[in-house]
């Protein structure tokens, strides 16, 4: 079974772990209209980015206060196999994400983030560091680590840590963060500092599952990483702080076809029209075999056509992918012709809109916009006809 992880992140489970630990006031940007941030030598100034998240966007977390407490050094082991600590990176403002080397789920909209934050920063961005810590007790090996790294296309712009168990228990800990494995699946808290060039813990961020907020937590972590780098330079406003509602299911969305049948043309959901809809991205390809995935596709399309059940569209999860040509060349490497359309969500707002929670994710969409069910992960060979079937029989 495919690992996955889980971001469940509940205000009573955070209080005792992340927020009671450090005495935080507030976890969430839910209830939080704006914070002040002290910069380095103890001045503070409001931040643009989190001045314009409001109480109404979810989806963002303007960050809480940490005080400026010493972060716990550590030392581990990169994706390179070399030896890093901490300690080193002084002098510089460190981003420290705590991620599931297997992820699916919030990780890469995590590290996505942090990658979008460094170029907002500009010229800037040689004053951070990117550190991921592993967060998968069951994958701790340095080639978990580099295979992430390789699929993200961070390989050059993170370290990304590994260790002993005991090792990464002991960073866990004195992080306050929780991670735990259940049936080879992992939860873990999705937690972000900042940490100033003095090594002083600065501010935490908590990544929600919300694809196109990526854009938005990437503006606030820049702006609030310029707050502790010297002269605290000015960041480029680059998208709007308003809630994204997504795309939902029973709205009509025209898109391109970029794969797939038919070539060329449109597709269109919602509306009215029945569909099922898979939610793909093509950095799953090592663990999941993904030409495979997308060619088994075609035996539900031949049946669904015999059988006049809903059509299947493909989505591929462009906002999360690495490059702008990830899709096309991982359809160049299908050996055959898909029988079915492949879109792109370019925005992420049609996985928020359809409620998507990981990479792959299938849903059955009624006419009236109703889904009628959902899958997390591809469906065994037959199996997803079964459950398509399944579906209509109790929806008549």
Known sequence: MRQRADYQVSTTRASSGLAGRRGLLTLFGVSVLCLLLAGCGGASSTVSGLARVTASNSAVDPGTSLGGRPAPNFSLVDQFGRRVTLA??????????????????????????????????????????LVGINANPDATRVSDVRDYSVAHDMMHDWVFLTGTLPALKRVWKDYGVFVQAVAGNIDHEP???????????????????????????????????????????????????QYQRGIAPKASISLRVVGGTPVGGT??????????????????????????QLLALNRYQRTAARRGWPPLVAIDEASTEPSPTALRTALA????????????????????????????????????????????????????????QKALRHRS
């Open 191 to 241: 937690a972000m500092y900042l940490i100033r060039p003095d090594g002083r813990e600065q501010t935490l961020f908590l990544t929600q599952m919300a694809y196109a907020a990526v854009p938005q937590q990437a503006q606030v972590l820049a702006d609030a990483t310029a707050t502790v780098l010297h002269g605290h330079p000015a960041i480029h406003t680059t998208v709007s702080m």
């Open 267 to 292: 597709v269109r959901l919602g509306g009215g029209r029945p569909h099922l809809v898979v939610f793909f991205a093509t950095w799953t390809d090592e663990n999941s075999n993904l030409s495979a």
């Open 88 to 129: 080193e990176f002084r002098g510089k403002a460190v981003v420290l994400a705590f991620v599931e080397s297997h992820c699916t789920t919030i990780c890469p909209l995590t590290t996505l983030s942090m990658v979008q934050s460094l170029r907002l920063l500009g010229r800037d961005a040689r004053d951070v560091q």
């Open 333 to 388: 490497r299908v050996p055959a012709r898909l029988d079915y359309p492949v879109v792109s969500d370019s925005t992420g707002d049609i996985a928020d809109g359809y409620g998507v929670q990981d990479e792959p994710w299938i849903e059955l969409v009624s006419s009236k916009g109703k889904v009628l069910f959902s899958n997390d992960g591809w469906f065994p060979t037959g199996a997803l006809d079964k459950a398509v």
